[in-house]
């Protein structure tokens, strides 16, 4: 079982910058992604970056060039830094833990998510 834990989002004008962080705990198997969703309101969730404990990264095309995502393997720790963010980024994001028991077998943890909002 995995729980995380969410912290980082908040209020921020647009332009500005804000940092995500979510931190796994429990058990973690050494093959494993780590990444972000968001749900804004009347919209289904969205990928928004994803990064595998290998370090490969995919990214939205809404958020290339302005997003990173990057991940601390000794502290099963996922960044998201968001920069040039626009009103349309305001969103409830939420931190996806995926767990690979078994190859090509991967089962999903959320966090409870953490609301971003960019005002105009």
């Known amino acids: 079982q995995v729980h995380l834990v969410e912290s980082g989002g908040g209020l921020v004008q647009a332009g500005g910058s804000l940092r995500l962080s979510c931190a796994a705990s429990?058990?973690?198997?050494?093959?494993?992604?780590m990444g972000w969703y968001r749900q804004a309101p009347g919209k289904q969730r969205e990928l928004v970056a994803t990064?595998?404990?290998?370090?490969?990264?995919n990214y939205a095309d809404s958020v290339k060039g302005r997003f990173t995502i990057s991940r601390d393997n000794a502290k099963n720790t996922v960044y998201l830094q968001m920069n040039s963010l626009k009103p349309e980024d305001t969103a409830v994001y939420y931190c996806l833990f995926q767990s690979y028991s078994q190859p090509g077998r991967p089962f999903n943890y959320w966090g409870q998510g953490t609301q971003v909002t960019v005002s105009s």
């Open positions: 990064i595998a404990s290998g370090g490969s990264t």
């Open positions: 429990g058990i973690i198997f050494p093959i494993n992604a």
